[in-house]
C-alpha cells in the first residue's frame, strides 16, 4: 500500500514537472487576447447586393473557422455595413487574411478524376482511385443510399469511415495533369478535410439552385443532409441537368460525382445515384451529426451568398495593455499567498500539502493553456486570467474539505493514519459530486454556446478536471503518506483537541 | 482558543439554522423583490459590447495621438471607461479607432469635427459607423438555451445522485443567485460587459459547488440518522454547523484573492478594467454562500418535511446541547419519546397523532440498514 501511494506520488510529479519542462523548452507561453496584446484587423466589404442573414451566416462560418474550440476569442463586429475581425495575437498579416478573407460562393462541379496526394520531389503527383465517402440519393426514402454502390476508397479518411464497404476499386496510377495540360475551366482542388485530390470540370452551378433551408437529419439510423431544390428554370432544371450528365457518367463526369466546393476547398464530392430529382436532395454518408450540421450550414450560406471584396488588413493595439495584466498578476499572487497564509493558520503543518499542490495544478494548466495557445489559437483575456484566479479558491476548497472530515474522523478518537484514509474516502464522494456538476456545466455551455461564453466553459472544464486530477493522484498519496511517518502524529499540528474526543465517546455511539 | 470562536473551530456550533429560516427567505423575497422593481423601472446598463454604438477612425498626425483622442472624447463628454480605444497600423499608415456606445446624431458629429479639428485634417478623413455589438443576439441566445439544458441535466444528476428534493433546492438557490447579481448591477447602474457575463457564469458554477458540498454532508447524515427518530430539521441543523467552518473557510479563500485584485489591482495598480470584474465576483461570492446556507439548505428541509417518513418529527428542533448530543453521538438527548412530548406541548396535534402507534413501542425499533457500514 505505502509503496503504491510512494510510486504515484513520484510518477505524478515527474510527469507533471516533465510536461511542464518539456513545454517550456518548445517555446510555449500562453498567447494574449485582444484586449491585453492586440492583433489583426480584417475589415470586409460585401460586394453587390447582400442579406442581412446572409452576412450573419458568413459572420459564423468566419468564427467557425478562425475559432473552432472557442478559445481564441476574436472580436467579430460590423461597422456600418462592412464587418470587422480582430484576431487576437496575430502578428503575421498574411495569415490573418488567409484565416478569414476566404469566403465566397459555394460551386458544384463535376469530378472528372479522384485522387491521393503523394508529395513526390517536390511536385505533386496524384495517384488516382475511385472513391468517396458520400452518395447522394433522390427525394428522402425514395431511393436507398447503399453502400455496395459505393467504391472502397484506398485508404485515407475514407477508410475509416468505411470499414464495411469492400469492393476495393484497384488503384489506378495516373498521374493528374497539373497546370498546362487542364483543359479550359477544369481544376485540381484539395479536400477540406484529408488528403484527397480532386480534378474537376467547369462549375456547372452554384449554390444558389437550392433553397435556404438546408437541413441535419437522422435517416436510416445516419446523419444526413436534406435540402430543397428552387423551382425553375436557375434551380432545378440547371441541378437536374448536372445530376443527369453525372449520373450517365459520360466524359464530363465519369466518376458520377458531384464535388461540393467553397473558397476552392472540396466540402463533399457525393455519387449521384438517380438521374432526376423532385424538389429535395438528401446527401447521405457516414456523416457524424457535426459533419452534417457543417455541411448543411454550407449549403444554405450557398444559396443566398454574400461576396466580399478584396479584404484590407491591419494591426490593433490592444484596449487595455499589458499594464493591466501586470496588476492582475500580481496583485492575484498576492491573493494567493493570503489564502495559503490563512491556511497554514488554520491547519497547521498539513496546509504546506495544499501549497504543493497548487504548484502542481498551476503547471498542468500552464502546460495544457501554453500547448492550446501554440495549437488552436488560444487567447488568454484579463477576465480569463482574472477567472483562473478566482478558480484557486474552488481548488482549495477540495482541500478544505478534506482536512475537515479528517479532523471530524480524528475528533471521533480514530488514529491519524486511519482518520486520512476515511477522510480521503468520504471527502471523494463529495469532491467527485460537486464537480460532477461543475464539469457537467462546463460541457454544456462549451457544446451549445460560442464566443466568450465557450472561452469561460472551455477554462472552468479545464480547471474542474485539474482538481480532480490533483485530489487523487497528488493530495491522497502526499497526505496519506505524511500520515504514516508520524510527522503529523502530535496534538495541534491540525488544530484538534484531543480531550473533546473522550466526552463525545462515553455516550453510547449512536446508530452508525 | 475558548468561546464562540473555539467551538467553531472545532466544528462544535449550535446554530438554529433551520429555525431562522424565515428571516433568510424574507430578506432574499426583499431582495428579489428589489430586483423586479429596478430591472423593469431601470433595466440594465449594458455596454457596447452588447448594445454597439458607433465609431470614429481618424489619422493619427503629430497633433493627434491615442492619449489626446481619449482627451478630445473626455471633453465631449464621452465616459473613458465605456468606450475602446485602439491603434490601428498597416504599413505604417496609423490610425485610431474608437468606438463609443450609443450618442445622438448631434454628439456624434461634435465629436467627429473636433477629432478633425485636433488632428488638423479635413472632417472627410474621420470616418463615422455605427458599429453592431460583437456579443451578437444569437450569443446571448444560444448561451441562454445552454444554461437551460444545463439545469436540466443538473436536476437530473442530483436527483439520482442524491434526490429530487435537492434538485429543486439547488436550483432554486442558484437562481436566487443570478437575481440578486443582476439586481445589485441594476440598482447600481453598473456596466454589463461580456467580462461581467464571465463573472456572473463562474459565480453561478461556484454557487452550484458550493450547494451539493453542503447537500452532500446532508445526506450522509441522513442514512446516519436514519435509524432515531429526529426531524429533518434536525439533519439540516446537524449538517450546517458540521460545515460551517468548511463554508467559512472556502469563502475565505475564494474571496482573499479577488478582494486582492480589487483593491492592490485597480487601486493601487490602477488597472480599472479589473475593478468591474472582481466587484461582480464579491458580490456573486457572498450570494453563492449565502444562499447554499440560507435558501437551500432550509428549503430542503421544508420539503423533506413533507415527506412521510419525517412528517411525524417536523416542527421539532433539538436546540443548544441537544443539538451538540444529536450531532456528537448521532442519537437524540434524553429519554426515547421526550421528542414526542414535546411535540404534543408544542400544540401541534395531527404530528402527535400520527406517531401514537409507534410511541406504544416499549424498545426503539431497530436500526434500518441503510447506506454503508
Known amino acids: ?512 | 482558543m475558548s468561546g464562540r470562536l473555539g467551538r467553531l473551530y472545532r466544528g462544535e456550533t449550535t446554530v438554529d439554522f433551520y429555525g431562522r429560516r424565515r428571516l433568510g427567505f424574507l430578506f432574499s423575497g426583499a431582495l428579489l423583490l428589489m430586483t423586479l422593481g429596478s430591472v423593469v423601472f431601470q433595466g440594465l446598463n449594458l455596454g457596447i459590447d452588447f448594445k454597439g454604438g458607433v465609431a470614429w477612425e481618424v489619422p493619427v498626425t503629430d497633433t493627434l495621438t491615442l492619449d489626446i483622442a481619449k482627451k478630445v472624447l473626455a471633453q465631449e463628454g464621452v465616459d473613458e471607461k465605456s468606450a475602446k480605444f485602439q491603434l490601428l497600423n498597416s504599413n505604417g499608415d496609423e490610425r485610431v479607432r474608437i468606438q463609443a456606445g450609443d450618442l445622438d446624431p448631434s454628439k456624434v458629429s461634435r465629436v467627429k469635427s473636433a477629432l478633425a479639428a485636433r488632428a488638423k485634417v479635413d472632417a472627410q478623413d474621420v470616418s463615422e459607423a455605427s458599429v453592431s455589438s460583437t456579443w451578437g443576439r444569437s450569443i446571448t441566445n444560444k448561451a441562454v438555451r445552454a444554461l437551460l439544458v444545463f439545469m436540466m441535466f443538473v436536476s437530473f444528476f442530483i436527483s439520482w445522485r442524491f434526490e429530487w428534493r435537492m434538485a429543486v433546492s439547488a436550483i432554486v438557490a442558484m437562481v436566487h443567485d443570478v437575481g440578486v447579481s443582476v439586481g445589485v448591477y441594476s440598482v447600481l447602474g453598473l456596466e454589463v460587459t461580456p467580462a461581467t457575463v464571465v463573472a456572473f457564469l463562474t459565480i453561478l458554477g461556484f454557487s452550484l459547488y458550493d450547494t451539493i458540498v453542503v447537500f452532500d454532508k446532508v445526506h450522509e447524515n441522513t442514512s446516519r440518522f436514519s435509524g432515531s427518530r429526529v426531524s429533518y430539521g434536525d439533519i439540516v441543523n446537524v449538517s450546517m454547523n458540521q460545515v460551517l467552518m468548511r463554508s467559512l473557510n472556502t469563502s475565505v479563500a475564494a474571496v482573499l484573492p479577488v478582494v486582492s485584485l480589487l483593491v492592490l489591482g485597480s487601486g493601487v495598480f490602477g488597472a480599472v478594467a479589473l475593478q468591474e470584474f472582481a466587484f461582480a465576483l464579491i458580490i456573486g461570492l457572498a450570494t453563492g454562500a449565502y444562499s447554499s446556507i440560507f435558501i437551500a439548505a432550509p428549503l430542503l428541509g421544508m420539503l423533506k418535511d413533507r415527506d412521510p417518513a419525517y412528517a411525524p418529527q417536523k416542527g421539532h428542533l433539538s436546540l443548544g446541547p441537544e443539538m451538540a448530543h444529536l450531532m456528537a453521538t448521532g442519537a437524540p438527548a434524553g429519554r426515547r419519546g421526550a421528542a414526542i412530548t414535546r411535540v404534543a406541548d408544542l400544540g401541534q396535534e395531527p404530528a402527535a397523532a400520527a406517531v401514537s402507534a409507534e410511541a406504544v413501542l416499549s424498545h426503539p425499533p431497530r436500526p434500518r440498514k441503510k447506506g454503508r457500514r
Open chain 1, 1 to 512: 500500500m505505502t509503496r503504491r501511494l510512494v510510486v504515484t506520488l513520484s510518477l505524478t510529479l515527474v510527469l507533471t514537472a516533465g510536461l511542464f519542462a518539456a513545454g517550456l523548452l518548445a517555446g510555449n507561453t500562453p498567447s494574449l487576447g485582444l484586449d491585453l496584446q492586440g492583433g489583426a484587423s480584417v475589415t470586409l466589404t460585401p460586394k453587390g447586393t447582400f442579406d442581412d442573414a446572409a452576412i450573419g451566416v458568413a459572420v459564423d462560418i468566419i468564427r467557425q473557422r478562425v475559432d473552432s474550440i472557442g478559445v481564441s476569442e476574436p472580436e467579430i463586429i460590423r461597422q456600418g455595413s462592412t464587418v470587422v475581425v480582430n484576431l487576437p495575437g496575430v502578428k503575421d498579416q498574411q495569415r490573418a487574411l488567409d484565416l478569414v478573407g476566404r469566403t465566397g460562393e459555394v460551386q458544384l462541379r463535376p469530378v472528372i478524376q479522384m485522387g491521393q496526394q503523394t508529395p513526390q520531389d517536390g511536385a505533386t503527383s496524384t495517384t488516382v482511385a475511385g472513391a468517396t465517402s458520400t452518395s447522394v440519393a433522390g427525394a428522402p426514402g425514395s431511393i436507398e443510399p447503399t453502400d455496395s454502390t459505393l467504391a472502397a476508397p484506398a485508404g485515407g479518411l475514407g477508410s475509416a469511415r468505411h470499414p464495411a464497404a469492400s469492393t476495393t476499386v484497384p488503384a489506378v496510377t495516373t498521374t493528374v495533369p497539373t497546370g498546362s495540360g487542364l483543359q479550359p475551366g477544369q481544376d485540381v482542388l484539395l479536400a477540406a478535410k484529408g488528403d484527397a485530390v480532386y480534378l474537376v470540370g467547369p462549375v456547372a452551378a452554384t449554390g444558389e439552385v437550392f433553397e435556404k433551408q438546408a437541413a441535419a437529419e437522422i435517416s436510416n439510423g445516419g446523419w444526413v443532409v436534406t435540402v430543397s431544390l428552387r423551382s425553375g428554370a436557375d434551380g432545378e432544371d440547371q441541378w437536374n441537368s448536372l445530376a443527369k450528365t453525372c449520373f450517365e457518367g459520360g466524359a464530363t463526369c465519369p466518376t458520377k460525382q458531384v464535388a461540393i466546393v467553397l473558397d476552392s476547398k472540396v466540402i463533399s464530392a457525393p455519387v449521384v445515384q438517380t438521374p432526376e430529382f423532385n424538389g429535395n436532395v438528401q446527401i447521405s454518408g457516414n456523416f457524424t451529426e457535426a459533419e452534417a450540421g457543417d455541411l448543411a450550414k454550407i449549403l444554405q450560406f450557398g444559396a443566398v451568398p454574400v461576396q466580399f471584396d478584396a479584404p484590407t488588413v491591419q494591426t490593433v493595439s490592444a484596449t487595455l495593455g499589458k499594464s493591466s495584466l501586470h496588476a492582475a498578476i500580481v496583485s492575484g499572487l498576492i491573493g494567493v499567498a493570503l489564502v495559503l497564509m490563512f491556511l497554514v493558520l488554520y491547519y497547521r503543518l498539513i496546509a504546506l500539502v495544499v501549497v504543493a499542490g497548487l504548484g502542481v495544478s498551476g503547471m498542468l494548466l500552464w502546460t495544457v493553456i501554453s500547448w492550446l495557445s501554440r495549437t488552436n489559437g488560444l487567447a488568454l483575456t484579463l477576465s480569463g486570467a482574472a477567472g483562473i484566479i478566482v478558480s484557486i479558491g474552488v481548488t482549495v476548497d477540495s482541500y478544505v474539505v478534506f482536512f475537515e472530515k479528517l479532523k471530524d474522523d480524528l475528533n471521533k478518537g480514530r488514529t491519524l493514519r486511519n482518520s486520512a484514509v476515511r477522510g480521503f474516502e468520504s471527502a471523494w464522494r463529495t469532491i467527485l459530486a460537486a464537480d460532477t456538476v461543475s464539469f457537467l456545466g462546463a460541457l454544456v455551455l462549451w457544446w451549445l454556446t460560442v464566443g466568450p461564453v465557450r472561452g469561460f466553459a472551455f477554462f472552468l472544464g479545464l480547471s474542474t478536471l485539474s482538481d480532480l486530477v490533483v485530489s487523487y493522484l497528488f493530495t491522497r498519496p502526499a497526505v496519506l503518506l505524511l500520515a504514516r511517518t508520524g510527522l503529523m502524529n502530535r496534538p495541534g499540528v491540525l488544530g484538534v483537541r484531543r480531550q473533546a474526543v473522550t466526552e463525545a465517546q462515553s455516550v453510547t455511539e449512536g446508530t452508525a
